[in-house]
């Protein structure tokens, strides 16, 4: 017991020493905001000598709102269609017993094989040839694109020890298959959509380099991209880009909190 005991606490003492680690960046990250230019060469590792919003007033008057207000359409947007999309097909794979859907899922899964920087010049050239650059969904389908395929396995895996009595039960009390989907499965299935749509939702809300690649539109913009609005060519108003890297991180340091153990467990591959 002794030993095990020493092991825990080591364990714990590591963890905490990374989680230190981790959190000092956004620490010193939030705390930059309220500096004056000087003060972050100056004093870099110092506290603020004042708590001035000034940095924080620049970063907004340089159009946050409607950069987070596009961010907020395209997230909703595309978790919804990686959502939908990937729950039917996960359904289909992992009820059906075709050899040719086994094939299907097997495509899926390779698909993770394929860096999405290497499809970057035909997928510009398909977003432009239908006409929908510096448009939100220029990006909105090839979001949905990308994380189609993982969702798509992580609700496979779900739905395989999903427990098939409680359809057969359904099927017996005259339910039709449409009406097993909504009134048995999704409503069991909250835990799996949550875990799917937080980790989409981080992936969405963050993306650069598709973003960069397709929108130059300045009124289309989405948050990561706005923040260069905050960069000069030959210098940088360091105060009001960290308290604008401060504003962009608390939806999602938001959403982290209200449902961490969804968003651990979307990390570890778990939907249950």
Not at 62 to 85: P, Q
Request: some cysteine.
């Amino acid at each position: 017991m002794k030993r095990f005991r020493a092991v825990s606490i080591g364990l714990h003492l590591f963890v905490s020493i990374w989680a230190l680690f981790v959190l000092a960046p956004v620490v010193w990250m939030v705390l930059a905001g309220f500096r004056t230019r000087a003060e972050i060469f100056t004093q870099p590792l110092g506290l603020p000598k004042s708590l001035d919003f000034a940095a924080f007033e620049r970063a907004w008057n340089t159009g946050i709102a409607g950069f987070i207000l596009n961010s907020v359409f395209v997230t909703i947007i595309s978790v919804t269609l990686i959502i939908v999309t990937s729950g039917i097909a996960a359904y289909v794979l992992a009820r059906s017993e075709s050899k040719v859907l086994k094939w299907i899922y097997v495509l899926i899964v390779a698909s993770f094989a394929v860096p999405s920087q290497s499809v970057l010049v035909p997928l510009y050239q398909i977003i432009s040839g239908a006409g929908l650059l510096n448009s939100l969904f220029a990006i909105v389908l090839p979001y949905a694109a990308y994380g189609i395929p993982f969702t798509t396995v992580l609700f496979y895996a779900f739905f395989l020890e999903f427990p098939r009595e409680l359809e057969e039960a359904a099927r017996l009390d005259g339910c039709s298959r449409l009406q097993v989907i909504t009134r048995i499965v999704l409503p069991l299935s909250g835990s799996a959509i949550a875990s799917a749509a937080i980790f989409q939702a981080v992936f969405v809300w963050n993306e650069f380099l598709l973003a960069l690649l397709l929108l130059t539109d300045t009124s289309i913009k989405t948050l990561p991209l706005g923040m260069l609005n905050l960069r000069g060519q030959f210098s940088s108003d360091w105060p009001a880009v960290m308290a604008g890297v401060t504003i962009v991180t608390l939806p999602m340091l938001l959403l982290f909190i209200l449902a961490q153990r969804y968003f651990v467990r979307s990390l570890a591959g778990l939907g249950k």
